[in-house]
């Protein structure tokens, strides 16, 4: 069979727009395959209460070197949320209120011990292998909290500060965080500020489709894949409806959790599959609400399993009314579609808040992301994600699931699309695609 193109790219979320992209701006042909019926993957720049909305992944910062070349080379400024100073924090039962000072001071000294270690297993994070992390990758999320021997009310603000990146304790591994913090020089205040602060101007999509305006890829929306072989020759893709693409090379940049469902020849290592095989376990919720009024800004906090919202950030006006962002542990446990659940959830925080509007997308369900953010298990960061970054013949896997410095956001995303676009050029140019 003749080879369509030089590489097929699988999946149009940020991971595989920068690798087509980045590699037909090089005169590489490329088809571009997506399930979806738009671009985007799991961020989306939708709309609800007549205005435009993030349903997904939404935050970016400076410190993020791909996505703040792309902003920049675009002239794609940062959005601007109201100012907050407000917090209130749910511990021991109670729910605590002051500013963000007092919130600081309370939180501090938690968070420093638990992040301690941080830069000590991740000293140059960029680089995972750089320390045997065999022990530290063997710790989960609980495992840590355990062994501070917090007071019931100190072990309450610790999980509320955490718990927005946390669906389960237990099956969340340490490592993943300790990273994180390290990535912003072991603060884990600095790690908040450049995960959740900054939106795009004109969203997410503003930014997916600028870089999508210099792709010349042939980008085919709708189009699940089945199944991709590499026979040594060459890639074969094989779609869901049986339509066969080949291709000198691929890459794949699937959301971890619906790998399984693509069969991948030859097989990849065994490490690689468990971790595919067990996917991760982000189940997590962001809901948006509109309430009544233009009340005063806010944070809120609660720890895991102690409020059904265990984030909450009061975002934007809107018409005389206000946006509240909430984000929820457990997605089984609170639906976008509950409005009367979510106005009880911000109660515990804002007695009188009157929730009009909830909106939200169904990341779990949705079969073509099956979780949110991806956050390993105890193991996977530093041993079989790497692996999964190497070219696998000439099969190359992206994603913001497995980057490593941007791991779980949208700078991974670009970091290892870019990644993928570099080595099958270097390789095709040297003759050995
Ligand atoms: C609610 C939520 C909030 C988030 N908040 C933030 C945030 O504020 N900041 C941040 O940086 N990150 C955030 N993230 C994470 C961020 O959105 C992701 O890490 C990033 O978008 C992943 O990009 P990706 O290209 O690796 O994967 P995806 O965006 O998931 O793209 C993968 C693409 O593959 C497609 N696909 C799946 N299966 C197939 C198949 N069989 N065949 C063909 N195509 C297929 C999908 O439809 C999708 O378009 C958030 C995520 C969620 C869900």
């Not at 680089?127 to 355990?146: P, Q, Y």
């Not at 376990?281 to 009024?293: D, E, F």
Request: glycine share 10%.
């Amino acid at each position: 069979m003749a080879h369509s193109c030089d590489v097929v790219v699988i999946g149009a979320g940020f991971a595989g727009v920068t690798a087509a992209r980045d590699l037909s701006a090089e005169g590489r042909s490329v088809i571009h395959l997506e399930a979806r019926g738009r671009v985007g993957g799991r961020t989306h720049t939708g709309e609800a209460f007549g205005r435009e909305v993030e349903f997904g992944g939404t935050y970016v910062h400076w410190t993020q070197p791909n996505v703040w070349r792309e902003l920049q080379r675009h002239n794609i400024p940062l959005a601007r949320p109201l100012d907050v100073d407000t917090v209130h924090w749910l511990a021991g039962g109670t729910v605590h209120s002051g500013n963000q000072t007092d919130y600081h001071s309370a939180v501090a000294p938690l968070t420093a011990q638990f992040f301690a270690d941080a830069r000590t297993w991740f000293p140059r994070p960029f680089d995972v292998s750089a320390v045997d992390t065999s022990a530290i990758e063997k710790e989960t999320l609980a495992g840590r909290l355990d062994s501070l021997n917090l007071s019931d009310h100190d072990r309450d603000v610790l999980d509320g500060v955490l718990a927005t990146l946390v669906h389960s304790y237990s099956e969340q591994g340490l490592a993943q965080m300790l990273l994180w913090a390290s990535v912003n020089f072991g603060e884990w205040g600095a790690f908040l500020e450049a995960a959740g602060h900054c939106p795009i101007k004109g969203g997410t999509r503003r930014l997916i489709d600028a870089v999508l305006g210099e792709s010349t890829a042939e980008l085919r929306l709708s189009t699940p894949v089945s199944a991709i072989e590499d026979d040594g020759c060459g890639v074969t893709v094989t779609t869901r409806a049986g339509e066969q693409i080949r291709a000198r090379a691929a890459v794949v940049a699937l959301p971890l959790n619906t790998l399984s469902e693509v069969t991948i020849t030859p097989e990849v290592a065994a490490p690689v599959r468990a971790m595919i095989d067990r996917r991760h376990p982000m189940r997590t919720a962001k809901i948006l609400a509109r309430v009544r009024g233009e009340i005063e800004p806010f944070y809120a906090f609660a720890p895991v399993g102690k409020n059904p919202v265990n984030t909450a950030r009061v975002e934007y006006r809107h018409e005389g009314d206000t946006l509240v962002v909430c984000f929820a542990s457990d997605a089984s446990a609170l639906s976008a579609e509950d409005r009367e659940g979510v106005q009880a959830a911000l109660r515990t925080f804002v007695p009188d808040i009157d929730v009009l509007e909830t909106a939200g997308h169904d990341w779990v369900g949705d079969p073509y992301s099956q979780g949110t953010w991806v956050h390993h298990r105890p193991g996977s960061l530093t041993q079989a994600a790497p692996q999964l970054r190497k070219p696998h013949g000439r099969i190359h896997f992206a994603g913001g699931d497995i980057a490593t410095l941007g791991v779980g956001g949208i700078e991974g995303a670009m970091e290892t699309g870019a990644g993928a676009a570099r080595d099958i050029a270097a390789a095709l140019d040297n003759g050995s695609y």
